[in-house]
């Protein structure tokens, strides 16, 4: 696998922790093991990053760390660890967030579902932004939100050619829009990805009925 060079942007320790914790939920010590060696961060077998908000992981290693998946297991069974981690990752960090913090109690207002998830998405975007060098917005279209994040700590460095590489933001967006409105997953695409070429990583939400 291609080392990608360190980017000089810091991503959340703990959010870095968190993920790597789950992928050792999904894969055991002995899968964790071989795709940190694979990517580069053999010392991460012995001491993941620390349970605090530094902004302590380079975006390279995180990138990194999904390229392995996709070599280990292919980009359909990479990515696919890759979401499901990010389900397990989001209410881990919806209390540390001070962003998040704010719309803690966002499933219970009495306000219409597309302006709850409008409201819940650019918190999102605001927590990502404050607390680490990823650059993520939220525009508003006719039938839908796009959460764009222009600089991307899941496809640094990567250049691909099957299929967008952001499976690790998808599965935190699903997980956000599963915690706020309940009931059957609404379809998220992402419909542009840097490591394909694009200019930024952008990720289609279907709006809900009100």
Known sequence: MASIPKSGYGYPNHVARAFLLELENLMGKNGV??????????????????????????????????????????????????????????PQILPLMPALRSVADL????????????????????AFTSASDQQAAVATEHDAFVFKVTRCPACWGRKV???????????????????????EPIRIEETECIALGGTSCSFRIPRPAP
């Open 161 to 183: 050619e099957d299929g967008p590489a952001c499976a690790a933001i998808d599965g935190l967006l699903e997980e956000c829009i599963h915690w706020l409105l309940g009931g």
């Open 107 to 126: 499933p219970g207002r009495a306000l219409p579902a597309p302006e709850k998830l409008g409201l819940a998405l650019q918190a999102l975007a605001e």
């Open 33 to 90: 093991s071989a795709m940190l060696n694979r990517s580069g961060l053999e010392p991460w077998i012995a001491a993941p990053p620390p349970e605090d908000t530094e902004r302590g992981v380079d975006f390279a290693e995180f990138s990194a760390l999904l390229a392995a998946l996709d070599d280990l297991y292919g980009p359909r069974g990479g990515r696919g660890l890759a979401r499901r981690a990010g389900w397990a990752v989001f």
